[in-house]
T-cell receptor, first 113, second 116 residues
Framework: AQKITQTQPGMFVQEKEAVTLDCTYD???????LFWYKQPSSGEMIFLIY??????QNATEGRYSLNFQKARKSANLVISASQLGDSAMYFC??????????FGSGTRLLVRP | KAGVTQTPRYLIKTRGQQVTLSCSPI?????VSWYQQTPGQGLQFLFE???????NKGNFPGRFSGRQFSNSRSEMNVSTLELGDSALYLC???????????????FGSGTQLSVL
């Protein structure tokens, strides 16, 4: 069965520093997509970045990059130059062809000034 | 372009009542899915609709139901509410029509349901 694991319930990072949020996944499907979402206190899930299972290069979106290691089944999110507004819950998610996202338990990131 | 709109934003009900939540997807999006978020269980998939047809359903009791209209708007209904139904209910829309793994889901702000 598909599964997403985020082992860091909470993380602190100093403003302007980089931070890595861990995510491992498990699936037997050769075709899948990996996503990261940000959820601020308002509740809305904000799409950050996507990585396809067949993509050769790591995805990047502005200050966000995804460190995709397929053999290790990991898809860590790297946020560079952290800002105070980055404080939020971050969810890793996986999607196969079954029309649904499977989410990890999330990591709460707090950016210190 | 307007985002995904969910109404109401907050809802308070008592046990045994029923509730209907509404979701308007991004214009042009034909897939709508629903998720339940609780502190204990995290984010769990409820169901997904495309062109008024339910294509997938999560592991929830029959008290949870949904539907999609011809304009892609969707509603979910919970009957005979229980205390454990208190949660943030999130709706998401996407373009997808073939179950592509790269289709991004765009979420609304959710409806916070409290069952007393």
């Amino acid at each position: 069965a598909q599964k997403i694991t985020q082992t860091q319930p909470g993380m602190f990072v100093q403003e302007k520093e980089a931070v890595t949020l861990d995510c491992t996944y498990d699936t037997s499907d050769p075709s899948y997509g990996l996503f990261w979402y940000k959820q601020p206190s308002s509740g809305e899930m904000i799409f950050l970045i996507y990585q396809g299972s067949y993509d050769q290069q790591n995805a990047t979106e502005g200050r966000y990059s995804l460190n995709f290691q397929k053999a290790r089944k990991s898809a860590n999110l790297v946020i560079s130059a952290s800002q105070l507004g980055d404080s939020a819950m971050y969810f890793c998610a996986m999607k196969d062809s079954s029309y649904k996202l499977i989410f990890g338990s999330g990591t709460r990131l707090l950016v210190r000034p | 372009k307007a985002g995904v709109t969910q109404t109401p934003r907050y809802l308070i009900k008592t046990r045994g009542q029923q509730v209907t939540l509404s979701c308007s997807p991004i214009s042009g999006h034909r897939s709508v899915s629903w998720y339940q978020q609780t502190p204990g269980q995290g984010l769990q998939f409820l169901f997904e609709y495309f062109s008024e047809t339910q294509r997938n359903k999560g592991n929830f009791p029959g008290r949870f139901s949904g539907r999609q209209f011809s304009n892609s708007r969707s509603e979910m209904n919970v009957s005979t509410l229980e205390l454990g139904d208190s949660a943030l209910y999130l709706c998401a829309s996407s373009l997808e029509d073939w179950g592509g793994t790269n289709e991004k889901l765009f979420f609304g702000s959710g409806t916070q349901l409290s069952v007393l």
